[in-house]
């Protein structure tokens, strides 16, 4: 089974579970803003989730200089997640504090 990993600024941490990973990536990195409206955001799968599903293609490549490849990869990674991903689960632990 393939394991998912965190690669936020060079973090190799590798998970079983895509879950982990996201609660990793909301709790043990910094949140960041988004370019295009200023939003703060977890960073890694949110931050992917967010650029996505608020603006289009075009706002997000101006806003970080993207290269089609690079939008590619995210939408890639963000079907990836979304496949596989039990979101209740996520949501109740970080609510939840059990993170």
């Given amino acids: 089974m393939p394991r998912w990993e965190c690669d936020i600024e060079g973090d190799d941490r590798q998970f079983d579970r895509v879950e982990e990973l996201i609660i990793h990536q909301s709790v043990e990195h910094d949140r960041i803003e988004c370019k295009v409206c200023g939003a703060i955001v977890p960073d890694g799968y949110f931050a992917i989730k967010h650029a996505f599903d ?8 101006r806003a970080y200089d993207a290269s089609a490849a690079q939008v590619r990869r995210r939408e890639q990674i963000k079907e990836s997640v979304e496949a596989v991903a039990n ?5 109740d632990r970080l609510e939840g504090g059990e993170a």
Wanted: charge should be negative; charged fraction near 30%; aromatic fraction near 8%.
């Fill in 54 to 61: 608020e603006h289009s293609r075009a706002e997000y490549v």
């Fill in 87 to 91: 979101m209740s689960e996520v949501i």
